[in-house]
């Protein structure tokens, strides 16, 4: 249980299983869902979209993307070593 609070994640998922079982209450909690996933999505897009300006930052995105899911390594090394190369290649610029 990595960040939960335990108490707290275990009453609340009593308190959901039970809502899911009103109809009405079940589809607005879909709904919900639906809508924090798009929050999600759309404030990911934008970030993509002011970060990823350059080939750089492009490879080391596809990196990432190998490392998360072809290797299965951690996140917090992904981050950091992402952080490490970013910082590098800037300072090589200069």
Known sequence: MYGRNAPGYYCSNLFISKIRKFKAAS?????????????ILSVT?????????????????LAAIILLLLKKVNVVWIIMGS????????????
């Open 45 to 61: 897009l934008l970030f993509a979209k002011s970060t990823l300006n350059n080939i750089n930052a492009i490879l080391i995105l």
């Open 83 to 94: 952080a490490a190369t970013g910082w590098m290649l800037a300072l090589a610029k200069m």
């Open 27 to 39: 589809g607005f909690l879909n709904g919900v869902n639906a809508v924090a996933l798009g929050l």
